[in-house]
């Protein structure tokens, strides 16, 4: 297959990543008005530990495997290196998934009894542990294939995975919930509760059966990458005993283990921040519900218990806000991704020039796209959820004012993830976690600060994401200069321009919305509005010549 350059590549991947999202919010709409707020407060507190453990166990994974390949094919196809390094990485991981799934089932109790203190979560973190030990192999895959410049596997097995988790994941959790209501007895039987905890344990079992959708999702995954790399055309390919290169097993894994380790000791960090937010945010909030029940009378006033809006509150956090603010990083990354092979492969040639065009290339289109969405969402939020989440008013009430403020540190997260694929394809995995550590560093402090404030409460977490990821995009953008030859001046006059483009766009969907307002449904005014942003802001970057032919001819090249 003819490799695919930067903007193809990443395009690919980025369409791949924002089809995931769309169907992942397909899966998280409907889950959130079966379950609600405490519901997915059971759904959010499964996933921080899981996602502790997985971020730690494979990132690192396919960005190690993609620049290994890459380095070996820097002077065309090379199938015997390719296979040896894929092989060796599916020995390494497998085993570091099989373990990391066992940790989570192991630590599920402890996690749930003396960190966050809800032990209705247990069955679903139980639930979601195998699923590590699948995408660890997924990964390998993806990784080889990424090396290679073909994205396309990588992106299909993300459709793929979406897909499964939507349908299996609300069929489950639907059925556990139908079964509760029409058929108690049958319903006690199996879950062996009580007919007085029946509402609750029918949330608990049916959070741990949605996640339980998302783990046969990764299988799913795994099984499509196994399925492509036999049908890979450079599998058939038959090698010459004679020719063929002896598999140094060793040095590639030593070689993967150096940008493996500390990428994962930094997404031990990075992910520290949603158990951190886990930690200090719910018993901050416990505090809070049982010192002054009167900052969140609203909720008071909905029905809902005092014991149980921490959950309720933590729940709508997790499952409303980062869930949206996670929409646009999750695209944004593909940049990266898309951006490591090359940058690879001109760091093994010696090619500084080229490096430092990788650079500029990636942080200015993460830039391109972050800034603005940072911006529309920040004076949209509220909109935006009424958008995604119509039957959940009390839940975005608690989110809306978090979301806005976490939706200006978009622009610092994306472009700080993309400096970190360019560290990692120069064999400095080691910056971002020193980045990151200190970037948690500000988090915690911030947490303990400003979410004991009852007037912040959950948006003192809001604000100190904020001042993490500020803190790690400026630290990375200063190493880059020395890192790859890469100038942040050079960058300053495209950053003006999209700015300007980004208050027009801001301006433009607020006035739309104003103007609009009461003509037709809220929904159809909110897509309206944030359309005619978008048209402006493309319009401003054209005008003010951040985008020209000659940008876009970088991008392509």
Do not use: H
Not at 156 to 182: F, H, N, R, T
Not at 292 to 314: C, H, N, R
């Amino acid at each position: 297959m003819k490799k695919q350059g930067f903007l193809y590549g990443s395009v690919i991947l980025m369409v791949s990543a924002f089809v995931t999202k769309v169907i992942g919010a397909m899966f998280k709409l409907p889950l959130a008005n079966m379950l609600g707020g405490t519901g997915m407060g059971y759904f959010s507190s499964a996933y921080s530990l899981f996602m502790t453990v997985y971020a730690v166990s494979v990132t690192g994974l396919p960005a190690a495997v993609a620049k290994a390949t890459a380095e070996a094919c820097r002077d065309g196809e090379n199938p015997e290196t390719v296979d040896c390094i894929r092989d060796t990485a599916l020995k390494m991981f497998g085993i570091v998934g099989a373990a990391a799934s066992l940790a989570v089932a192991l630590g599920a109790y402890p996690f749930c009894r003396y960190v966050t203190g809800d032990m209705a979560a247990l069955p679903a973190v139980i639930a979601i542990s195998p699923c590590i030990f699948a995408s660890c192999l997924a990964l390998v895959y993806k990784g080889s294939f990424e090396g290679r410049r073909n994205m396309y596997p990588t992106a299909i097995s993300q459709v793929i995975e979406a897909v499964v988790k939507l349908c299996v994941g609300l069929i489950l959790c639907g059925g556990v919930m139908k079964l509760a209501e029409d058929n108690p007895s049958l319903f006690m039987r199996i879950f062996r509760c009580k007919r007085e905890n029946i509402e609750k344990n029918a949330m608990v079992y049916g959070t741990a059966a949605s996640v339980a959708g998302v783990t046969l999702s990764s299988f799913a995954g795994l099984l499509y990458m196994i399925c492509q790399k036999r049908l890979d055309k450079g599998e058939k390919r038959v090698y010459n005993k004679e020719r063929r290169l002896t598999c140094e097993r060793r040095r590639i894994a030593v070689d993967m283990a150096k940008i493996a380790v500390p990428a994962a000791l930094g997404a031990l960090v990075t992910n520290l921040t949603s158990v951190i937010d886990l930690a200090t945010l719910m018993r901050s909030l416990k505090r809070l519900c049982e010192s002054d029940p009167q900052v969140f009378s609203f909720l008071t006033d909905a029905g809902i218990a005092l014991e149980e809006q921490p959950d309720f509150i933590y729940g709508s956090f997790a499952g409303l806000a980062v869930t949206v603010f996670n929409l646009v990083p999750a695209v944004t990354n593909m940049l990266g991704k898309g951006m490591l092979p090359l940058a690879a492969a001109a760091n093994a040639r010696g090619d500084r020039k080229k490096l430092g065009e990788c650079a500029f290339t990636v942080l200015f289109s993460a830039a391109l796209i972050s800034v603005p969405a940072g911006g529309g969402l920040c004076v949209m939020a509220k909109q935006v959820l009424e958008l995604l989440f119509s039957g959940n008013s009390l839940e975005i009430q608690v989110s809306a004012r978090p979301l806005a403020v976490l939706a200006l540190a978009l622009p610092f997260l994306c472009i700080s993830s993309a400096a970190f694929a360019l560290f990692t394809a120069v064999g400095r995995a080691d910056i971002p976690v020193k980045l990151m550590t200190l970037g948690t560093v500000v988090k915690l402090i911030g947490n303990i600060i400003l979410t004991a404030v009852p007037q912040l409460n959950v948006i003192g977490a809001a604000i100190s994401t904020l001042l993490c990821y500020a803190v790690i995009c400026t630290a990375a953008v200063l190493r880059l200069r020395n890192i790859c030859g890469f100038d942040f001046i050079d960058l300053l006059p495209k950053l003006v321009g999209i700015t300007a483009g980004t208050i027009l766009c801001c301006e433009g969907a607020v006035i739309a919305e104003r103007l609009l307002w009461g003509a037709a449904d809220n929904r159809v005014i909110t897509v309206i509005s944030c359309a005619f942003g978008a048209f402006l802001y493309i319009l401003g970057t054209k005008i003010s010549g951040v985008i020209t032919r000659n940008a876009v001819k970088m991008l392509i090249s």
